[in-house]
Structure formats: C-alpha cells, structure tokens
C-alpha cells in the first residue's frame, strides 16, 4: 500500500491566494520530497526535507516536516495560474531518491 | 542532454499480446525505476536498478520484467499483457549521490 495520503484531494483558489497540500505517512523516514505534475506530463522535483530537518524555503514554496506526527505541508504562497497541477509527495527511508513511496496527490486549480 | 525518453507515447494492446515499453537517459545515472500511475492515484513502483544487471522488485512487480544490459537503457517487458494493466507508465533515473529523480514524460497503455 501507498506509503503518503494527501489531503486535500483537490483544492480550488483564486490566482494570489496561498494553497496549502498536506502529507501524512506511516514509517519512519530518510526524507520526503515533493513533486509537481502538470497535465499529462512526467514529475518534476521541487523541495526535499530531510528527517532531522523541520521547515525549509525555495522561492514561493516552503515545507514544513513534522516526524512525531509522520507528516508533511507545502505551502505555495502568491498562487499563480501555471501553478495549476497535481502535487505529490514521496518518502524515502534512505538517503537519496531512490525507491519513493508516493502519495494518492492533491489536484490543485488556480482560477484566474 | 535529453533527459529520460520514454518510447512509445501511447500504446493499445489486446489482452495476451507482449510488449516492451523503453526507456533510456542520457546522464550517466546508476538509479532507474519504473512506476505505474493508475486514475487519481499516486506513482508504485514497479521495478528498479541500480546499476547495469542489477535490478530489483518494486511495490507491484508482477507481470512485469526488466533487465539493465547498460547504464543507459532500462526496458520494461509486459510478457501477457492484462487489462489491469491499463495504466500510465513512468521511468525515472537519479544519480546514487543525487536525491532528485528525474521523470520521463510517460508510455500511456491501454489493454483491451
């Protein structure tokens, strides 16, 4: 079984509102990771966490990792439309990427 | 560099029929994986290697089989193909040292 669940499943918000994705996971973890998928597209790595650490930043994203309660948020501040798209999260119990367990996704729309 | 291709885009199968799904990047990365993504699910991992003739089962291996004759090249073997089977089909590679994976754009397969 999936390793992450993600609530929500789908979020709705208007161009230059924040949107909030969170993570929940089952085992103890190396780090986690977030993925965006734009439409029939392949994934593209965002921002990784690791275990020891409990917030970071890239630009409009921050990540936030709490291990005592297996979970994860991305926050996306100042939504834009290209910011429309489904965003995952995967977990790995050793260090690196290999062997992610991804979660179900969150479908995020950024309405103009 | 062109990343991770992945041949065919979109592929119909009958029920019985055999096909191999490619996949290849060109950046020299020890770690390639396929995964499966199924209608409002997440990515499970079907096969992984480590490097060239190393190869190991993922989440959902079954009815599934790889090799790794070189760095470059990880093709994905369905021996009798199924309608359970019907799904969207990403290869993904990452350096060991790295913790990004790299996704190809995606093989859609429909069994009939």
């Known amino acids: 079984s999936q390793q992450g669940e993600e609530d929500p499943q789908a979020l709705s918000i208007q161009e230059g509102e924040n949107a909030t994705m969170n993570c929940s996971y089952k085992?103890?973890?190396?780090?986690l990771q977030w993925y965006r998928q734009n439409s029939g597209r392949g994934l593209v790595h965002l921002i990784l966490?690791?275990?020891?650490?409990r917030e970071k930043h890239s630009g409009r994203l921050r990540v936030t990792l709490d291990t005592s309660k297996k979970s994860s948020s991305l926050l996306i501040t100042a939504s834009r439309a290209a910011d429309t798209a489904s965003y995952f999260c995967?977990?790995?119990?050793?260090?690196?990427?290999?062997?992610?367990?991804f979660g179900q996704g969150t479908r995020l729309t950024i309405n103009p | 560099n062109a990343g991770v291709t992945q041949t065919p885009k979109f592929q119909v199968l009958k029920t019985g029929q055999s096909m191999t799904l490619q996949c290849a990047q060109d950046?020299?990365?020890?770690?390639m994986s396929w995964y499966r993504q199924d209608p409002g699910m997440g990515l499970r991992l079907i096969h992984y290697?480590?490097?060239?003739?190393?190869?190991d089962q993922g989440e959902v291996p079954n009815g599934y089989n790889v090799s790794r004759s070189t760095t470059e090249d990880f093709p994905l073997r369905l021996l009798s193909a199924a309608p359970s089977q019907t799904s969207v089909y990403f290869c993904a590679s990452s350096a060991i040292s790295e913790e990004t994976q790299y996704f190809g754009p995606g093989t859609r397969l429909l069994v009939l």
């Open positions: 950046m020299n990365h020890e770690y």
């Open positions: 085992t103890s973890i190396n780090n």
């Open positions: 290697s480590v490097g060239a003739g190393i190869t």
């Open positions: 966490i690791r275990s020891n650490e």
């Open positions: 995967a977990t790995s119990i050793i260090q690196g990427a290999q062997k992610l367990v």
